[in-house]
């Protein structure tokens, strides 16, 4: 089954104690982002990757880091967590823009992190 | 860079009637918009999108419209069904770097029987 997997899904930590959000798909694309989910504001993009070794910054890299080292993986970073980084976060993935058809990025299911 | 909003926040619309969700863009060499539903405690996804080049595109009872003069997009929804109910977001790609992404913070749609 093609899906993009996040782990964990659920995690509660404190502040400043480093963790890493997993992030893998099976459809071999080359396009993978991270976007933060909070209410009102939407989902904001913190990094994407339009493959392998390039990363770029989203809206609001602030505190997190990335990296693609292989193709089906894109984890996320929080060297030293805040507070204000509980959030719910989605890990997407796409194949690369066709000419003038639809570009569906494919949604895991979410990570809630709650940094205390 | 660009920036997206979108109206209304939350729209509640009677089982069989049409909902309107409208986003306008900032910068207007953005030339990709695409519609995301999230239902409740699910993931968002693709139901619709539409390129710069097109004015409009359908897909049953869905449809996205583009005014690039007035940089403005909107979903349209007929014949509303309860299972349309959901956040609706909509987001449009930065003229210069094709995997960067901004969303408008999203439209509660909620349909009642």
């Known amino acids: 089954e093609a899906q993009v997997t996040q782990n964990p899904r659920y995690l509660i930590t404190v502040t400043g104690k480093k963790l890493t959000v997993t992030c893998s798909q099976n459809?071999?694309?080359?396009?993978m982002s991270w976007y933060r989910q909070d209410p009102g504001l939407g989902l904001r993009q913190i990094y994407y990757s339009m493959n392998v070794e390039v990363t770029d910054k989203g809206d609001v890299p602030e505190g997190y880091k990335v990296s693609r080292k292989e193709k089906r993986n894109f984890p996320l970073i929080l060297e030293s967590p805040s507070p204000n980084q509980t959030s719910l976060y989605f890990c997407a993935s796409s194949p690369p823009p066709g000419q003038g058809g639809s570009w569906p990025q494919h949604f895991g299911d979410g990570t809630r992190l709650s940094i205390l | 860079g660009e920036n997206v909003e979108q109206h209304p926040s939350t729209l509640s619309v009677q089982e069989g009637d049409s909902a309107v969700i409208k986003c306008t863009y900032s910068d207007s060499a953005s030339n990709y918009f695409p519609w995301y539903k999230q239902e409740l405690g699910k993931r968002p996804q693709l139901i619709i999108d539409i390129r710069s080049n097109v004015g409009e595109k359908k897909d049953q009872r869905i449809a996205v419209t583009l005014n690039k003069t007035a940089k403005h997009f909107s979903l349209h929804i007929t014949e509303t069904q309860p299972e349309d109910s959901a956040v609706y977001f909509c987001?449009?790609?930065?003229?210069?770097?094709?995997?960067?992404?901004?969303f408008g913070a999203g439209t509660q749609v909620v349909v009642t029987p």
């Open positions: 987001a449009a790609s930065e003229p210069d770097s094709w995997g960067k992404f901004q």
């Open positions: 459809m071999n694309h080359e396009y």
